[in-house]
Nanobody, 121 residues
């Protein structure tokens, strides 16, 4: 059973930074897609960034390009968020799947419980 546990959320002022972490365990596939999604109250879940553990360039939604960076370490996936804006306020989720799919679609098989990010103006 794959488990994903997010951490690192919090409250910051606009222009600040946060680093989210996703601890992963239980993988049986050697290669996996891992993504960060976010969901604000009353809005649909939105893909923010994705990375493939087999290599290749990461993907980003346009609204975070140049501000957010997804990276991975040993059984960890990170989301470095700089120049945060109030519109980045949301619950952030880590998601993973071994299948090749549209990284933007919330069709990932495994999800974490989420970590809240609040950006004040």
């Amino acid at each position: 059973q794959v488990h994903l546990v997010e951490s690192g959320g919090g409250s910051v002022q606009a222009g600040g930074s946060l680093r989210l972490s996703c601890a992963t365990s239980g993988y049986t596939a050697s290669r996996n897609y891992v993504a960060w999604f976010r969901q604000a109250p009353g809005k649909e879940r939105e893909a923010v960034a994705a990375i493939y553990t087999g290599g290749g360039a990461p993907e980003y939604v346009d609204s975070v390009k140049g501000r957010f960076t997804i990276s991975r370490g040993s059984a960890m996936v990170y989301l470095q968020m700089n120049s945060l804006k109030p519109e980045d306020t949301a619950m952030y989720y880590c998601a993973a799947d071994s299948r090749q799919l549209d990284w933007r679609a919330p069709d990932y098989r495994y999800w974490g419980q989420g970590t809240q990010v609040t950006v004040s103006s």
